[in-house]
């Protein structure tokens, strides 16, 4: 049973930073493609940033590209979204999502995925 938590959220003014964390349990650590999802009230969920688990291999969404970095920790199955610079319009609930992948090519933040984590609330003031 593949399970994600989420943490770390919060809320932060604009400029800050924030970092997300997933931890993740009950699948093979490579092979994977694990994102961050974003959803704010009345707009479509995005997504902002995919890891290819078994090379590292990033993609970010061009509305976070140079400010947002997803990483790993392969000793301790987290998945962490550094957020710097943030905007009021980055305030949503963040999601953590994990599928099994057969490359690089394809994890990126448009596929779909079979496991979600519940969310975690992000706030930025103006």
């Known amino acids: 049973q593949v399970q994600l938590v989420e943490s770390g959220g919060g809320s932060v003014q604009a400029g800050g930073s924030l970092t997300l964390s997933c931890a993740a349990s009950?699948?093979?650590?490579?092979?994977?493609?694990v994102a961050w999802f974003r959803q704010a009230p009345g707009a479509e969920r995005e997504g902002v940033a995919t890891?290819?688990?078994?090379?590292?291999?990033?993609n970010y969404a061009a509305s976070v590209k140079d400010r947002f970095t997803i990483s790993q920790d392969n000793a301790k199955k987290t998945f962490d979204l550094q957020m710097n610079n943030l905007q009021p319009e980055d305030a949503a609930t963040y999601y953590c999502?994990?599928?099994?992948?057969?490359?690089?090519?394809?994890?990126?933040?448009?596929?779909?995925?079979?496991?979600w984590g519940q969310g975690i609330l992000v706030t930025v003031s103006s």
């Open positions: 009950g699948f093979t650590f490579s092979g994977n493609c």
């Open positions: 890891i290819y688990t078994t090379d590292g291999s990033t």
């Open positions: 999502a994990a599928d099994s992948t057969g490359g690089s090519y394809f994890c990126n933040p448009y596929r779909d995925f079979e496991y």
